[in-house]
């Protein structure tokens, strides 16, 4: 049983366990960070960041929403993206998805009554359906939902990729490079999808003039 108090238990005994192998460990993290990736990655549980790619504190810049999404009128993703590039300088941006998500399969579904505010964060995956509706129609229909979670996470690239935030910094610094990843809850593995970086050609009706 996961109760707060179990939690909190569970936070002691961790940190007595890294200190008792380096003491300094918290003060030297705790003076800043320099982490090199921002990972932008599905808020599901079965997912954690820094868990799957075997990351310490420190290393990982973190965003999680519902199905990694990447929607450039979200201040909050936006907000952490400019901080990631900006301040932190990070050399990396990775979108994980997940097959099995479950965002992306209640997109595939009609909109349901109780999850109003939810169904108009899934409609921004609705519209990648579209997109690629002519693919996701014809293929083998018990692979559409997986083909539709990664064309989300490419979608979501495509989307960092437009942004000016993303645009200037590879005019100025050439980085970041842009990854889109899949991760598979049946095995616990990462596959790439896409690469982007600041050789990208930019489709006109995209591109960041400055
Ligand atoms: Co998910």
Known sequence: MQTPSKLLLENKAWSENIKSKDPEFFLSLAKEQRPETLWIGCADSRVPAET??????????VHRNIANQVITTDFNCLSVLQYAI???????????????????????QPQKADLVIANKWLLH????????????????????????IELNIIEQVYRLAHTSIIQ???????????????????????NE?????????????YRYAE
């Open 168 to 190: 200037s910094s590879w005019k100025h610094g050439h980085r970041p490079s842009l990854h889109g990843w899949v991760y598979g809850l049946q095995d616990g593995l990462l």
């Open 86 to 108: 900006s301040v932190l300088k990070v050399k990396h941006v990775i979108v994980c998805g997940h097959y099995g998500c479950g965002g992306v399969q209640a997109a595939l």
């Open 52 to 61: 799957v790619v075997n990351a310490q504190p420190g290393e990982i810049f």
């Open 125 to 148: 995956i609705k519209d990648v359906y579209r997109l690629h509706q002519e693919e996701l129609e014809t293929i083998d229909p018990r692979k559409k939902t997986d083909r539709l």
């Open 193 to 205: 999808l896409i690469t982007l970086d600041h050789k990208t050609e930019i489709s006109p009706i």
